[in-house]
Each structure stands twice: as structure tokens, then as C-alpha cells.
């Protein structure tokens, strides 16, 4: 087990607002679009909210609070929660040390399977996604446990040999990805799940709705690509983590707080060329995500109103810089690069 495998399978395993048959009759309120059930559930079970005083707890609460709350929004198209559940997610988002709605990790790794399983729609196809999406995130979990340490080996035979695990556990994350891309289409997923994803404002504040920039693979964006990217595209990078970063548990900030601040592997790698081989595989593992990826993100657009947003709030023009981003990474490994 990983640090959030640990946590996260702990959180699946509460029920503190005491929700899972409301959880249960989620799908038919939503096939319905029955928005005074939603409300008055929501409202009932925010209630049990403010005895909540413990971070696991307070993430479950979360769970189950964010999607009753993310669905009333999407049959009632406004993005705001009725006070009293708004003042709930605040409480609860205090106590969890997390934004105050439910993040990709809610509905992935904190999601428990079963009978249990909290779903928007009830379909063979969100089953699959939150399968395949908490899938890929334990292989991240995995990755980033050995990738931390890469830049403290000390000779090729170290590197070649942590990376080879955060490599394979790469691998498996981008095949979760291609097995979306074949099974769910283009109008199943922005027809029938994405409406079930808007940002919502509370206390004045935007928050996006869980989508893949909240991903673990944001640590490893840091700690391949920190410093790596120069002028526009840097200071884009930086906006993009600022961004991002706020949505992850505790211990993932905190990783991407400490790697942010020194060169990540790709700037190590152009200095010291024991590590070029270990960081290239790395890198060429983003970029074999990243393009497959954005074709389904753009498949997707296409289908979409001019100028539609992801559930992160971005168009396919962010996956477009971060690929930038990714590609001048890997150009510093090219016998010859300028020594930075
Ligand atoms: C049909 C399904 C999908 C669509 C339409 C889609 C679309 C998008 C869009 C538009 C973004 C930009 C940020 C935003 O606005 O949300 C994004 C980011 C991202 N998505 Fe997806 N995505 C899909 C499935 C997946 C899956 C299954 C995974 C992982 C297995 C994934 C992982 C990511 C990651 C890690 C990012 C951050 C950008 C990056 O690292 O390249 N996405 N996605």
C-alpha cells in the first residue's frame, strides 16, 4: 500500500452522514432530474455535517455531499448550494484540510466499490471511468513513491533501476486512459456524464468540479518538469500548478511544494548525464499519455458548443502547452543541449 491508497481506502469505508441510501437513489433522482429531492436531501444530510471534527470523516461527508450538490446543479443549472449546505462543505473543508467540495479523488480512490459505490448515473460506462481513473491514479501513487527519490541516485545503474518501476506503473496509467478512449464515446461521455461535473462558487469562491488536472500526475509533472520550461510556457507552468495543486490531499501539495522549488529531473538530467537515460523514458511516458489524451479531449470538443470548458475549467489549449511544456523537458536531454 502507498500513503494515499492507505488513507483513501479508509475514507471509502465511512458513510459519516449517514448517506448511503440516499447515495443508492442518486442515479434515479438524476434520471428524473427530481430537483426538490435533491434538495431536500442535501439539506438533510448536511445537517450531520457539523459534528464532523476528524479529516477522514470530513473527506467521506465530502464525497457523498459534493455529488448530491454537484447533481442539484446540473438539473437546476445554478451554480450555487443552498445555504445550509454550503455552510457545511465549508466546515467540512476546513476539518479535511481540502477545498470545501469533492475532488477526482472523491470520486475515484475515495469511492468505495460495491454496493456502495457512489455513481451519478448508475451506467456501465461511469462504472468503467471511476474503475479505470482510480486505476490509473493507485499506478500514480505508485510512480510518485519512486520518482521522488530519482534525483538522489547516485550513479545510472540507481536511476536506470527506479525508473524502470516508475516507467512500468506509467504505463499502466496511460493504458487506463486508452482503455476509456475505446469503450466510453464521445457522446456518451459529454452527453450523459460531463453535465454531472460544473464548477460551483462557494463563499465566493470558483471551485472546478473533479477532472483529470487534479490527477496525481501533477506530482509528477513537478518533479520531471520543475524549472525545465523557459519564458511564456514557464510562467504558464507555474499558473497551471497554482491552479491545480489547491485541489490535491495535504501530502501531495506538499511534495509538489518542495519539488517546485529546485530543478526537477529533466534540468538535473542535462547536468548530470547519468540521469539522461532514467529521465528520458520518463518523459517520453508523459508524452505517450499527453497526445492520445488530447485526441480524446478534443473527439470530445468537437461535439461541444464553441469555446465549452473541461470539468477543470480549461480548453484543450492547456493540454496543448502542457505537451510544450513536456517537449522542452525532453529537448534538454539531446546530446549537445545548451547546459543550463
Ligand atoms: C472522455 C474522457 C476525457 C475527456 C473528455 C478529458 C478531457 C480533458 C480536458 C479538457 C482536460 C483539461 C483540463 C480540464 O479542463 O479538465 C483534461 C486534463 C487531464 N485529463 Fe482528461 N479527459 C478524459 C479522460 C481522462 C482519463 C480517463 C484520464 C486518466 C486516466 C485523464 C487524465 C487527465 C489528466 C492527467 C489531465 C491533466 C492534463 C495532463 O496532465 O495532460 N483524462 N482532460
Redesign the pocket.
Known amino acids: 500500500m502507498t500513503v494515499t491508497r492507505d488513507l483513501d481506502a479508509g475514507i471509502a469505508a465511512l458513510d459519516p452522514l449517514g448517506a448511503d441510501a440516499v447515495m443508492r437513489s442518486l442515479p434515479q433522482a438524476n434520471i428524473a432530474a427530481d430537483t426538490a429531492w435533491l434538495l431536500s436531501r442535501a439539506v438533510h444530510v448536511s445537517q450531520h455535517a457539523a459534528g464532523i471534527r476528524d479529516v477522514a470523516p470530513a473527506r467521506a461527508a465530502l464525497r457523498d455531499l459534493g455529488m448530491l450538490t454537484a447533481s442539484l446543479a446540473r438539473h437546476t443549472g445554478q451554480d450555487i448550494a443552498p445555504p445550509a449546505v454550503e455552510a457545511a462543505m465549508l466546515h467540512l473543508g476546513e476539518v479535511a484540510d481540502e477545498i470545501p467540495r469533492e475532488t477526482v479523488y472523491s470520486y475515484s480512490t475515495r469511492n468505495p466499490r460495491g454496493p456502495r459505490r457512489r455513481s451519478f448515473t448508475d451506467t456501465p460506462g461511469e462504472h468503467r471511468?471511476i474503475d479505470?481513473?482510480t486505476?490509473?491514479?493507485d499506478a500514480l501513487d505508485i510512480a510518485i513513491e519512486h520518482c521522488r527519490h530519482l534525483s538522489a541516485a547516485v550513479d545510472k545503474h540507481e536511476a536506470d533501476a527506479g525508473a524502470g518501476i516508475v516507467h512500468h506503473q506509467l504505463r499502466a496509467?496511460?493504458g487506463?486512459?486508452l482503455?476509456?478512449?475505446r469503450h466510453?464515446t464521445?457522446q456518451?461521455?459529454?452527453g450523459r456524464?460531463?453535465p454531472y461535473?460544473p464548477a460551483l462558487t462557494i463563499a465566493g469562491t470558483t471551485y472546478?468540479?473533479p477532472?483529470?488536472?487534479?490527477?496525481p500526475?501533477?506530482v509528477i509533472?513537478v518533479l520531471l518538469l520543475s524549472q525545465a520550461a523557459n519564458g511564456e510556457l514557464a510562467a504558464w507552468f507555474e499558473q497551471y500548478l497554482d491552479d491545480?495543486a489547491t485541489y490535491l490531499p495535504p501530502h501531495h501539495r506538499a511534495l509538489i511544494d518542495a519539488a517546485r522549488g529546485v530543478p526537477g529531473l529533466a534540468r538535473l538530467a542535462n547536468r548530470h548525464p547519468y540521469l539522461r537515460s532514467a529521465t528520458g523514458t520518463l518523459i517520453d511516458d508523459?508524452l505517450r499519455?499527453?497526445l492520445p489524451?488530447?485526441q480524446?479531449?478534443r473527439?470530445?470538443?468537437a461535439i461541444r458548443d464553441e469555446g465549452s470548458?473541461?470539468?477543470?475549467?480549461?480548453?484543450?489549449d492547456?493540454?496543448d502547452q502542457?505537451?510544450a511544456v513536456?517537449k522542452q523537458a525532453r529537448a534538454l536531454l539531446t546530446p549537445g543541449a545548451p547546459r543550463e
Do not use: C, W
Request: glycine residues 10%.
Open positions: 471511468f479505470e481513473v486505476a490509473a491514479s496509467f496511460g487506463h486512459l482503455t476509456v478512449k466510453l464521445p456518451y461521455f459529454t456524464l460531463r461535473f472546478y468540479a477532472g483529470g488536472a487534479q490527477m500526475l501533477l509533472d491545480n508523459l499519455f499527453r489524451h488530447r480524446l479531449a473527439a470530445n470538443m470548458l473541461g470539468s477543470g475549467g480549461y480548453t484543450t492547456a493540454l502542457l505537451i513536456t
